[in-house]
């Protein structure tokens, strides 16, 4: 049964009341819905890659939502209250803080900086400090710990894989949820959707901002970039 659509994915119920069966879809939007195209085989590019994160993600200790790849644009995922904030961590500077704080592009930060941007389409996901967490009793001070405790971990790792790929991870946004035990979980997805990755030399981009800008082919792109993955 259907229990949830959003953007890019389709949420559907398992015979086990605690597992969830994730669809990729093949569309593409930015900017909050302002953009909106379909893609045939950008589903499968998506969840191909998600899968590759989050199981490189468990071997290094990073536990997730991720149960396993059922097909070539499904998962298992355990079920997960997702947390309804956007934790974006930033290496290099680019995107909405360039304009907002008067960055340089490609500015690279002296220690990685993790930012909390509010789930709410109708507020357009507003930058919230870590009272403003608090104040909507989003997450409490442990969890706001534990939260960036796991975004930390999970860029040191994606780190290491653009490292081996020769890129250079600029951001990337992630979602967390609860288990029924309370546990946060790493959730949703981490893919060129999600992320902005950069050729360390060409400075040519792996990643949505090809959509965004219309500076390139969207499955063009990300069919390189699951090449490149797969042959490390
Ligand atoms: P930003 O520079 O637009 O704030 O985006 C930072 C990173 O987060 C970038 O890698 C794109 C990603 N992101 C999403 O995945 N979804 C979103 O809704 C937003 C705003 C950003």
């Known amino acids: 049964m259907l229990v949830y659509e959003g953007k890019a994915k389709r949420v559907f119920s398992t015979d086990d009341e605690q597992v969830f069966r994730i669809e990729y879809k093949d569309e593409v939007t930015a900017g909050n819905g302002a953009k909106k195209d ?117 860029n040191e790792t994606l780190i290491k894989i653009m490292n081996e790929m020769n890129l250079t991870l600029v951001d990337f946004k992630i979602e967390f949820g609860k288990d029924k035990d309370g546990k946060i979980l790493l959730a949703d997805e981490i893919s060129p959707d999600t992320c902005r990755i950069w050729d360390k030399e060409t400075k040519e981009n792996f990643d949505k901002d090809v959509y965004r800008e219309d500076t390139g082919s969207l499955i063009d792109t990300y069919t390189k970039f699951l090449t490149k993955l797969e042959e490390i």
């Open 38 to 154: 379909k893609m045939e085989g950008k589903g499968r590019l998506n969840n191909l890659i998600t899968s590759h994160f989050f199981e490189r993600l468990q071997k290094e200790g990073l536990e997730s939502h991720f149960i396993k790849r059922l097909s070539e644009t499904e998962q298992l995922v355990k079920k997960v209250e997702i947390i309804p904030l956007e934790v974006v961590v930033r290496n290099v500077a680019a995107g909405s803080i360039v304009k907002r704080l008067g960055f340089e592009k490609g500015q690279a930060f002296d220690a990685p900086l993790v930012e909390f941007y509010y789930k709410k389409d109708e507020l357009n996901d507003p930058f919230i400090s870590d009272d403003h967490v608090k104040l909507l009793h989003i997450a409490n001070d442990e969890d706001i710990k534990e939260l960036k405790r796991q975004a930390l971990q999970v």
